[in-house]
């Protein structure tokens, strides 16, 4: 192999540690810098401490090129490439948190040689703008530094294979060493057909405000179709596959369901928002995406109440919990706003996730955690299928049926079979799609609709 750049990157998270592991595969010497000693020690014993399908085995093969440190001024001078991988949460006004992006920029400032080839190369999501405003920032302190924009679009859950092969890889330089280098670093994959695009700073990153705020609108498309088949009689999976047929549409993103969640579409979208609120122009359509989804995740709790009443004293079982899955990351979840509404409500709820549990606890304590579905289940007045894992959607209704006390199922992600909910003696409801009820009743308990 030839010899490969080594790199740094700031940020052991969702992307960091796979923008990391990947390129210590493709053969880079990664320094990785993480400021929460819990994650040190994790990797350093060998343990990937987040859940992420691959990324264990990926890391205990390249381990060996993988080197923990906490801080920039223990980086070895001949590192040229910066990745800055810390998170932009938004902050109370809706725009995105830069503070731990300007920590890590300080900390490069001021521990970089004067004189040496080195640039900041930003990873994490920044409004427009922030890459001439860092520029400004090396100007005024007399930095050498330089910048490059090289936004991530990889998908929690199917982040390692996201980085082998990504849809596009996007560079926004200034047109120095900086932005050939970082096309050289993604050259293996390049070679393999990935496309490459090639631009200014300010583009690159509202390509990724873009590409988000696309996606969400998409999604909060079809849930208002969804809503408006509920109020006809049609079906939205049908609806859906129809529309998606036409290549100018596309079927990717026309799942209806209970609204979409997840650390960066909910950020994003508020961050474009307010970015152009900001430069004076109101961004009308965005304002009304974030609406829907708002009203998307309540509208289960509406459902329930349509079939049981009031909520109070009934015991209702959330069966997933993770934004999607194949993840653990709980940011922005449905489930967070949904099982708030039901315990406001007076509902008992239940709780049953593969792998999120542990991140759910410390956000949502008033759940009773089981740790099987089935368990969650029992006595429960309804379910509502909240994460789409392969598990819960392959579940034995019929053992279902025989644990629950009613006999509602809501299907959120509208990814059950209502034939096979219908036969085990329980009433399906998805999101746009009719109502099925139960063939045979299933005795006890109370009553659904
Ligand atoms: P994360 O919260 O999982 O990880 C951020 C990590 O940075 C944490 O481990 C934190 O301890 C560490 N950190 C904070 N300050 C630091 C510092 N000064 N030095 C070193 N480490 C520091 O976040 P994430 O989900 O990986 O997202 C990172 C960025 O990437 C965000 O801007 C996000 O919008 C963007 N992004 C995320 C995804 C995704 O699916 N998660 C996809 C594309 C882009």
Redesign the pocket.
């Known amino acids: 192999m030839a010899e490969r750049e080594s790199i740094a990157v700031?940020?052991?998270?969702?992307?960091?540690?796979v923008t990391a592991v990947g390129f210590a595969e493709l053969g880079s010497e990664v320094f990785l810098?993480?400021?929460?000693p819990r994650?040190r020690e994790a990797l350093e014993g060998g343990r990937v401490p987040?859940y992420e399908p691959g990324l264990q085995e990926l890391y205990d093969e390249v381990r060996g090129r993988i080197h923990l440190l906490s801080?920039a001024s223990q980086l070895p001078d001949s590192v040229r490439l910066a990745f800055v991988?810390?998170?932009?949460p938004p902050a109370p006004s809706g725009d995105?948190d830069l503070s731990?992006v300007y920590?890590?920029v300080d900390?490069l400032v001021t521990h970089t040689p004067r004189g040496a080839e080195r640039a900041v190369v930003m990873?994490?999501?920044?409004p427009c703008g922030t890459g001439k405003g860092i520029l400004r920032r090396f100007a005024e302190l007399g930095s050498d530094l330089a910048y490059v924009s090289c936004?991530?679009?990889?998908?929690?859950g199917n982040?390692v294979e996201d980085f082998f092969a990504p849809d596009r890889v996007v560079v926004g330089e200034v047109g120095d060493w900086a932005g050939e280098a970082v096309v050289d670093l993604y050259r293996p994959l390049l070679e393999q057909g990935v496309p490459l695009v090639r631009t200014d700073v300010a583009s690159a990153e509202m390509i990724?405000l873009a590409a988000n705020a696309f996606l969400a609108t998409k999604i909060s498309f079809i849930n208002e179709i969804a809503n408006v088949c509920e109020a006809t009689g049609a079906d939205v999976l049908e609806v859906a596959r129809g529309m998606g047929l036409d290549h100018r549409i596309g079927t990717a993103f026309l799942r209806a369901g209970i609204g979409y969640g997840?650390?960066?579409f909910t950020?994003?979208v508020s961050a474009l928002k307010l970015l152009a609120s900001n430069s004076g122009y109101h961004f009308q359509l965005l304002t009304a995406v974030i609406e829907v989804n708002e009203l998307q995740k309540r509208r289960v709790v509406q459902k329930l109440e349509r079939h049981l009443g009031s909520l109070a004293g009934t015991r209702i079982a959330l069966l997933g919990l993770a934004f999607k899955p194949h993840t653990d990351?709980m940011?922005g979840a449905a489930s967070v706003v949904l099982a708030g509404r039901l315990l406001g409500e007076g509902a008992e709820v239940t709780a049953y996730d593969p792998v999120a549990m542990e991140r759910a606890r410390q956000l949502l304590p008033g759940l009773e955690y089981r740790s099987d579905p089935y368990q969650a289940l029992a006595g429960a007045d309804a379910v509502v299928l909240v994460t789409e894992w392969p598990e819960l959607v392959a579940l034995d209704w019929r053992a279902a049926a025989h644990q629950m006390a009613g006999r509602l199922v809501i299907d959120g992600r509208n990814v059950l079979d209502p034939k096979t909910i219908a036969e085990a003696g329980l009433d399906y409801e998805g999101i746009g799609r009719p109502a099925v009820a139960s063939r045979q009743p299933s005795g006890a308990g109370k009553e659904g609709s």
């Open positions: 700031f940020g052991a998270g969702y992307v960091g540690l810098v993480e400021i929460e994650k987040i801080a991988a810390v998170g932009t995105a731990a920590a890590v900390d990873k994490s999501t920044v936004p991530e679009f990889l998908r929690e982040a990724k997840g650390s960066c950020k994003d990351d940011r």
